[in-house]
């Protein structure tokens, strides 16, 4: 996953849980600034603990799978969420 489409799925679960990126500022002490450039593909890089943070809040965790390996069932269901 590219931080590019990583940016737009935080967006996407953020709007899903209905905050804001005020709100999402004020739980995890990151920037609006930053929480825009991140979720719109505006920063080359960003630190994992940031990442980390905002998918907790979110609701959610890191996953790692094998490169080119099929996804699977739930993996498919879940991007259609």
């Known amino acids: 996953m590219t931080l590019e489409l990583l940016g737009r799925e935080i967006k996407h679960l953020r ?3 209905e905050w804001s990126q005020d709100d ?3 739980y995890s ?3 609006k600034r930053t929480i825009s450039k991140i979720e719109n593909g505006f920063i ?3 630190g994992i603990k940031k990442v980390e943070l905002i998918l907790e809040l979110l609701g959610y965790e890191f996953s ?3 490169k080119g390996r099929p996804k699977t069932l739930e993996e498919l269901q879940n991007e259609r969420r």
Do not use: Q
Request: aromatic share 0%; hydrophobic share 35%; charged share 55%.
């Open 15 to 17: 709007k899903a849980k």
């Open 24 to 26: 999402l500022e004020k």
């Open 29 to 31: 002490g990151i920037t």
């Open 44 to 46: 080359d890089e960003v």
């Open 64 to 66: 790692l799978r094998e």
